[in-house]
C-alpha cells in the first residue's frame, strides 16, 4: 500500500512540476512574444508620425493609396518588394479601418500595417513580421527542449520529494500498526483471564459463593483494568480526530491540586511509601480540571507503580519564570535509562515490560498525560538522575474571560 502511495505520490509530483515548467517556459515565450510585436507596433507608430521609414534594422516599407485603393507612390527599406507585391498589399490595406495595426499576409509572407487618412485616401506603414517568426520559432524550439529536459531533471526530484513527503505517513501507518497490535494484545491478556475464571466458576455451579470468590475478584480486576485500557484507547483516538474540546474555567489550581494529593495521601502511605506536596498558594489557572485531574492521577500512578516500599513521592505546584503553571511529580526508585526517556511517553512503551502485570499498568497512562498537557498548550517532560525520576508540567497561558470555553 505505501509503494503504491509512494508511485502514485512520484506520478502526480512529476506531472505538476513538468506542468508548472512547460507554463513557465511557454509564459516567458508568450512574453517575449509580444516583447517583439509591441516593438513592431512602436516602430510602425513612429514611421507613422514622422512620415518616414526611420527604423534601420526592420524591413518596412511606406505606401500612399488614393480613394480608389491605387498607390499614388511607396517606398521601402530593407525590403526587395516587386509593384505587383506592392498593389497586393495595398489592395489588402484598403482604405477602411485606419489607425488600427492589421496583420497581412501577402505573397506568402507576413506583414503588420499601420495607416491613417491622407488627402482622400490613406497613408499606410508596413513592418516585416520575419523577427517575430524567428522569434516564435526559437520560443517553440526552446520550450520543447527545456521541457523534455524538465521531464529528465524531475523525475529525481520528485522521487526525491516523494520519499521526504511520504516518510512521515509512513511513520504514522507504522505506528498504527503497532497501535492496533499493542491494544489487541492487550486486550487479549485481560479476556483470556476472565475467560478462565468465568470457566472455572461454572464448571462447579452448585459450589458455595465463598469458593468461587477468587475467581470473581480476579474476573472483577481484569474488568477494571479492561475498561481502564478501552477508556484511555478512545481517550486517545479522539485525541487523534480532533474530537476533545477542553472546558474551560477559572481555576484555583493550588486548592485543587491539594485536594486531589489528600485523596491519594492515606492510600500511598498504607503502600508503603512516604508522601509530600507543596502547593503555592491561590494560583489562578484557566483550564479544563476534569482533564487536568484525569493527567495528575496518570503522573501520580506511574509514581506509585515504580516507586519502591519506603521510596519517597512529591508533588510541587507554583510558576515558572515566564509564570506559567508548572506541576513537579517526583519519585525515588530505579533510574530511567536515556532511551527509556526518549520513548517513555509513547503509546504502550514501559521501561520495564516485566512489572505490567504486577503493577497493572498498560503503557498508556503517560502517553494520555502528555496529550493533555498539549491540549492545556503545555509540555511535559522525564528526567532521571540520582535514583529520583522526575516529570514537569508546564502549561501554557490561556484565556481568563471567566467563561467556560468549547
Same mark, same amino acid.
Given at each position: 500500500?505505501?509503494?503504491?502511495?509512494?508511485?502514485?505520490?512520484?506520478?502526480?509530483?512529476?506531472?505538476?512540476?513538468?506542468?508548472?515548467?512547460?507554463?513557465?517556459?511557454?509564459?516567458?515565450?508568450?512574453?517575449?512574444?509580444?516583447?517583439?510585436?509591441?516593438?513592431?507596433?512602436?516602430?510602425?507608430?513612429?514611421?507613422?508620425?514622422?512620415?518616414? =521609414?526611420?527604423?534601420?534594422?526592420?524591413?518596412?516599407?511606406?505606401?500612399?493609396?488614393?480613394?480608389?485603393?491605387?498607390?499614388?507612390?511607396?517606398?521601402?527599406?530593407?525590403?526587395?518588394?516587386?509593384?505587383?507585391?506592392?498593389?497586393?498589399?495595398?489592395?489588402?490595406?484598403?482604405?477602411?479601418?485606419?489607425?488600427?495595426?492589421?496583420?497581412?499576409?501577402?505573397?506568402?509572407?507576413?506583414?503588420?500595417?499601420?495607416?491613417?487618412?491622407?488627402?482622400?485616401?490613406?497613408?499606410?506603414?508596413?513592418?516585416?513580421?520575419?523577427?517575430?517568426?524567428?522569434?516564435?520559432?526559437?520560443?517553440?524550439?526552446?520550450?520543447?527542449?527545456?521541457? =523534455?529536459?524538465?521531464?529528465?531533471?524531475?523525475?529525481?526530484?520528485?522521487?526525491?520529494?516523494?520519499?521526504?513527503?511520504?516518510?512521515?505517513?509512513?511513520?504514522?501507518?507504522?505506528?498504527?500498526?503497532?497501535?492496533?497490535?499493542?491494544?489487541?494484545?492487550?486486550?487479549?491478556?485481560?479476556?483470556?483471564?476472565?475467560?478462565?475464571?468465568?470457566?472455572?466458576?461454572?464448571?462447579?455451579?452448585?459450589?458455595?459463593?465463598?469458593?468461587?470468590?477468587?475467581?470473581?475478584?480476579?474476573?472483577?480486576?481484569?474488568?477494571?483494568?479492561?475498561?481502564?485500557?478501552?477508556?484511555?484507547?478512545?481517550?486517545?483516538?479522539?485525541?487523534?480526530?480532533?474530537?476533545?474540546?477542553?472546558?474551560?474555567?477559572?481555576?484555583?489550581?493550588?486548592?485543587?491540586?491539594?485536594?486531589?494529593?489528600?485523596?491519594?495521601?492515606?492510600?500511598?502511605?498504607?503502600?508503603?511509601?512516604?508522601?509530600?506536596?507543596?502547593?503555592?498558594?491561590?494560583?489562578?489557572?484557566?483550564?479544563?480540571?476534569?482533564?487536568?485531574?484525569?493527567?495528575?492521577?496518570?503522573?501520580?500512578?506511574?509514581?506509585?507503580?515504580?516507586?519502591?516500599?519506603?521510596?519517597?513521592?512529591?508533588?510541587?505546584?507554583?510558576?515558572?519564570?515566564?509564570?506559567?503553571?508548572?506541576?513537579?511529580?517526583?519519585?525515588?526508585?530505579?533510574?530511567?535509562?536515556?532511551?527509556?526517556?526518549?520513548?517513555?511517553?509513547?503509546?504502550?512503551?514501559?521501561?520495564?515490560?516485566?512489572?505490567?502485570?504486577?503493577?497493572?499498568?498498560?503503557?498508556?497512562?503517560?502517553?494520555?498525560?502528555?496529550?493533555?498537557?498539549?491540549?492545556?498548550?503545555?509540555?511535559?517532560?522525564?528526567?532521571?538522575?540520582?535514583?529520583?525520576?522526575?516529570?514537569?508540567?508546564?502549561?501554557?497561558?490561556?484565556?481568563?474571560?471567566?467563561?467556560?470555553?468549547?
Amino acid at each position: 500500500m505505501q509503494r503504491k502511495l509512494r508511485l502514485r505520490f512520484i506520478l502526480i509530483s512529476w506531472a505538476l512540476l513538468l506542468l508548472l515548467l512547460a507554463a513557465l517556459c511557454s509564459g516567458i515565450s508568450l512574453y517575449l512574444y509580444q516583447a517583439e510585436i509591441g516593438e513592431t507596433e512602436r516602430a510602425l507608430q513612429k514611421a507613422i508620425e514622422s512620415q518616414t =521609414l526611420t527604423d534601420e534594422t526592420r524591413g518596412m516599407a511606406a505606401l500612399e493609396i488614393d480613394e480608389n485603393g491605387k498607390i499614388r507612390k511607396y517606398e521601402q527599406s530593407h525590403l526587395g518588394l516587386t509593384g505587383e507585391t506592392m498593389e497586393a498589399m495595398a489592395k489588402e490595406i484598403g482604405i477602411r479601418d485606419v489607425q488600427k495595426i492589421k496583420e497581412l499576409e501577402v505573397c506568402g509572407r507576413r506583414y503588420r500595417s499601420l495607416a491613417i487618412p491622407r488627402r482622400g485616401g490613406v497613408y499606410a506603414v508596413v513592418a516585416e513580421c520575419t523577427q517575430e517568426e524567428s522569434m516564435a520559432k526559437r520560443l517553440r524550439r526552446n520550450t520543447i527542449l527545456f521541457t =523534455l529536459l524538465g521531464m529528465v531533471l524531475l523525475t529525481p526530484v520528485s522521487i526525491l520529494l516523494a520519499m521526504w513527503v511520504s516518510k512521515p505517513i509512513k511513520t504514522a501507518f507504522d505506528k498504527q500498526n503497532d497501535f492496533v497490535s499493542d491494544a489487541t494484545h492487550e486486550l487479549k491478556t485481560p479476556l483470556t483471564v476472565i475467560a478462565a475464571n468465568t470457566e472455572a466458576v461454572l464448571s462447579n455451579p452448585d459450589a458455595p459463593i465463598e469458593t468461587q470468590e477468587k475467581f470473581l475478584d480476579s474476573i472483577k480486576d481484569e474488568t477494571q483494568r479492561m475498561s481502564g485500557l478501552v477508556g484511555d484507547l478512545l481517550f486517545l483516538a479522539k485525541i487523534d480526530a480532533g474530537e476533545i474540546h477542553l472546558d474551560r474555567e477559572d481555576l484555583n489550581i493550588s486548592d485543587l491540586i491539594e485536594g486531589l494529593c489528600m485523596e491519594r495521601e492515606t492510600d500511598i502511605f498504607e503502600a508503603g511509601r512516604d508522601f509530600d506536596y507543596d502547593m503555592t498558594p491561590d494560583m489562578k489557572y484557566n483550564g479544563d480540571w476534569k482533564r487536568i485531574r484525569q493527567m495528575i492521577e496518570a503522573l501520580l500512578d506511574n509514581a506509585q507503580m515504580y516507586t519502591p516500599v519506603g521510596g519517597k513521592i512529591r508533588v510541587v505546584a507554583n510558576h515558572d519564570r515566564k509564570q506559567q503553571l508548572r506541576i513537579v511529580i517526583s519519585n525515588s526508585g530505579e533510574p530511567i535509562s536515556e532511551e527509556d526517556l526518549t520513548k517513555i511517553f509513547d503509546r504502550f512503551y514501559r521501561a520495564d515490560p516485566s512489572r505490567a502485570r504486577e503493577t497493572g499498568g498498560y503503557g498508556l497512562g503517560l502517553c494520555v498525560a502528555k496529550s493533555i498537557a498539549e491540549l492545556h498548550n503545555g509540555t511535559i517532560t522525564a528526567e532521571s538522575a540520582n535514583g529520583i525520576n522526575v516529570f514537569t508540567v508546564i502549561l501554557g497561558n490561556c484565556e481568563t474571560d471567566g467563561q467556560a470555553k468549547k
